[in-house]
């Protein structure tokens, strides 16, 4: 068995979590952009955003089945 191979695969996989990371922080600064122009044109405001955001947030936990049913 090749002793390297694991190293090298953990290398190749920290690499790709590197990579993930600058793409997270990329897309994050371009959406927080874009939200700053909204914001700043009159588009829409703060408060629809944090509303929006707590909307969808809600909408995405699971709710628990109905005990009762």
């Given at each position: 068995m090749n002793r390297v191979q694991p190293h090298l695969s953990t290398i190749d996989l920290i690499g790709k979590l590197?990579?993930?990371?600058?793409?997270?922080?990329?897309?994050?600064?371009?959406?927080?952009a874009v939200i700053e122009l909204l914001i700043e044109k009159g588009c829409i405001t703060a408060e629809e955003i944090r509303s929006k955001a707590a909307q969808l947030d809600a909408a995405s936990i699971p709710h628990p089945a109905d005990p009762t049913a």
């Open positions: 590197a990579d993930l990371k600058d793409q997270h922080y990329r897309n994050t600064l371009a959406l927080s």
